[in-house]
């Protein structure tokens, strides 16, 4: 797991809050991976690049990110992750990309760990550690431990004035929002995130800060209305390359055009379009000669996901 650190902002005797950041962290796994396959695998992948070393390893990463991985003879498979959002994109595609030794099934585990955070640290803030599961910090509210001998585990909350998290374990958290999420994501049918405020009104509580770091934990993304609608649309007709691929067509001129439409992809935008595809394979556009077409239920749905008029048809020549 990439870790975070919860700092602790100060302003004199002022306790400013709490806040989660992420930091490089370089990981080495365990992997029952097989580089020779793996590697075949790859180099049949239009989404990644990948080489082979004269000792034998096999480094690769995906095109338009600059993570490169670097897998041994041995199974042992080391990167240095940005962020923990980065992680949780990436390491989804990993398992799927990586080719297991015969009549075995993959797994990966985490062995070493080494982080880096900027050094001297400013004296305005100090640091908390975290584990996987369970955050430690002081609630500073009289009625603190009258809660927890009421409660028990503590659940999240924020107190006024003061910005905190109390103790307890967040596994349950997370799948209850975690759940919320992905339900929401199906019923705007893939196209775009759902805000903060959809989240808090599923679940019944208010949009603040705890609430949208859970989120981030499970791999939910803030976007601005345009920013939406802009990786939408490209999702969407991504989803109508990724059928034509599947319909088996033959044409060396819309071949070109698939290839550039993938390599000229983000990583959330190909996650988006395989969504879309999986899930609403309906909603794919189709391929033509001159352009992409959104079938009729595609721009409708478009219109009650953003309230707004679908986009003209992406011209491919000409």
Not at 114 to 131: A, G, N, R
Not at 156 to 166: E, K, M, P, R
Not at 280 to 303: H, M, N, Q
Request: charged share 25%; glycine share 6%; with cysteine.
């Amino acid at each position: 797991m990439t870790p975070s650190f919860v700092i602790r902002l100060l302003n004199g005797q002022t306790d400013t809050g709490y806040f989660v950041v992420g930091v490089l962290s370089q990981v080495v796994y365990e992997t029952n991976a097989d580089v020779a396959a793996s590697y075949e695998a790859m180099v049949k992948n239009p989404l990644v690049v990948a080489d082979r070393t004269e000792k034998g390893l096999l480094w690769f990463k995906f095109k338009d990110n600059r993570t490169l991985f670097l897998l041994s003879p041995l199974g042992k498979l080391q990167v240095k992750w940005n962020d923990v959002s980065e992680k949780r994109t990436l390491f989804r595609l990993i398992r799927n990309l990586l080719v297991p030794r015969p009549d075995e099934m993959l797994s990966i585990t985490p062995r070493k760990q080494q982080t880096w955070i900027d050094y001297p640290v400013p004296d305005s803030f100090k640091l908390y550690w975290c584990d996987q599961t369970t955050e430690f910090v002081l609630k500073n509210v009289p009625e603190a431990k009258e809660e927890e001998q009421q409660k028990g585990p503590l659940s999240i909350g924020i107190n006024s004035g003061n910005i905190g998290v109390a103790k307890r374990d967040v596994k349950a958290e997370l799948e209850i929002v975690g759940e919320a999420l992905n339900i929401l994501r199906g019923k705007l049918t893939f196209f775009r995130e759902p805000t903060l405020e959809e989240v808090a009104l599923k679940l019944g509580r208010e949009p603040g800060p705890v609430l949208e770091m859970l989120l981030g934990f499970a791999g939910w993304k803030r976007q601005s209305p345009p920013e939406a609608e802009k990786t939408a649309e490209k999702a969407i007709n991504l989803a109508g390359w990724l059928r034509w691929r599947m319909e088996g067509k033959q044409d060396p001129e819309l071949e070109t055009l698939y290839q550039k439409a993938i390599q000229g992809s983000l990583t959330g935008t190909i996650e988006r379009a395989q969504a879309i595809f999986k899930n609403c394979s309906f909603l794919a556009p189709s391929v033509g000669y001159s352009r992409i077409e959104w079938p009729r239920i595609t721009k409708d749905c478009w219109r009650q996901v953003f309230h707004s008029e679908p986009p003209e048809p992406k011209h491919l020549r000409g």
